[in-house]
T-cell receptor
Framework: AQKVTQAQTEISVVEKEDVTLDCVYETRDTTYYLFWYKQPPSGELVFLIRRNSFDEQNEISGRYSWNFQKSTSSFNFTITASQVVDSAVYFC????????????????FGQGTILTVHP | EPEVTQTPSHQVTQMGQEVILRCVPISNHLYFYWYRQILGQKVEFLVSFYNNEISEKSEIFDDQFSVERPDGSNFTLKIRSTKLEDSAMYFC????????????FGDGTRLSIL
C-alpha cells in the first residue's frame, strides 16, 4: 500500500530564509509519480511541482527547487528566499501506476506541513 | 486559465438529509475525482471516475455515496443520508490523460452536518 509521511508538522521562518519541506514515501510500484500541492489559508489546493520515478534529476523553478532521491524514498521541496505569501499548508502526494497500469491516478497525501513565514 | 468549479462553497445540512455536491471539471479533462479533508487533517481519496463509470474507490466511499456525470459537464457527489462525521471539505479534481498529469482541484465545498 502506498504511504506518504511528512514528519514536519509545523515550520516557522522569517522572511527571506530558505526552507525545506521533507517528504518520505512508501510504494511497491516501480512506476510512480510525486507531487507537491500548496493549500493557502483560503483553502484551495494548488499544484506546484511533480516528478516521475524515472527522473531523479533535481530542478529549480523560480524560488522552488526539489530533491528527489529514490535511494532514500524522499522527495523534498525547498523554497528559497521565503515570502509571507508562502505561508500555507504544503502537501506531498504520491500516485502509483498500479500493476499492469491499473491505477487511475488516485493521490495519496501526506499529513501536510504548516509553513508560517513571518515578516 | 481554465479551472475546476465547485458549488456551493458551503453547505449546511441536517443529519440524515441527502446532499449533492456539484463540480464542473475542466472541459478537456478525462479523469475525475472526489477527495475529502476533515478539518485539520490530510486530504483523503474518495473515488475516481473515468469513461462514465467508477474506476476506483476508497473504503470511505460506502453505499451512502454515489457519483454521477449526468450531462457531460457536471460531476456530482451525492451523500444519501448524512452523518455528523461527513462534515468536511470536499474537493473535486480533474486531469487530462496520463498519470503524470497533475490533478487540478476546485476550491472545495465545506459541508457542515448539524
Amino acid at each position: 500500500a502506498q504511504k506518504v509521511t511528512q514528519a514536519q508538522t509545523e515550520i516557522s521562518v522569517v522572511e527571506k530564509e530558505d526552507v525545506t519541506l521533507d517528504c518520505v514515501y512508501e510504494t511497491r510500484d516501480t512506476t510512480y509519480y510525486l507531487f507537491w500541492y500548496k493549500q493557502p489559508p483560503s483553502g484551495e489546493l494548488v499544484f506546484l511541482i511533480r516528478r516521475n520515478s524515472f527522473d531523479e534529476q533535481n530542478e529549480i523553478s523560480g524560488r522552488y527547487s526539489w530533491n528527489f532521491q529514490k535511494s532514500t524514498s524522499s522527495f523534498n521541496f525547498t523554497i528559497t528566499a521565503s515570502q509571507v505569501v508562502d505561508s500555507a499548508v504544503y502537501f506531498c502526494a504520491l500516485s502509483e501506476r498500479g500493476a499492469g497500469g491499473t491505477s487511475y491516478g488516485k493521490l495519496t497525501f501526506g499529513q501536510g506541513t504548516i509553513l508560517t513565514v513571518h515578516p | 486559465e481554465p479551472e475546476v468549479t465547485q458549488t456551493p462553497s458551503h453547505q449546511v445540512t441536517q443529519m440524515g438529509q441527502e446532499v449533492i455536491l456539484r463540480c464542473v471539471p475542466i472541459s478537456n479533462h478525462l479523469y475525475f475525482y472526489w477527495y475529502r479533508q476533515i478539518l485539520g487533517q490530510k486530504v483523503e481519496f474518495l473515488v475516481s471516475f473515468y469513461n462514465n463509470e467508477i474506476s476506483e474507490k476508497s473504503e470511505i466511499f460506502d453505499d451512502q455515496f454515489s457519483v454521477e456525470r449526468p450531462d457531460g459537464s457536471n460531476f456530482t457527489l451525492k451523500i444519501r443520508s448524512t452523518k455528523l462525521e461527513d462534515s468536511a471539505m470536499y474537493f473535486c479534481a480533474s486531469r487530462t490523460g496520463g498519470r503524470f498529469q497533475p490533478q487540478h482541484f476546485g476550491d472545495g465545498t465545506r459541508l457542515s452536518i448539524l
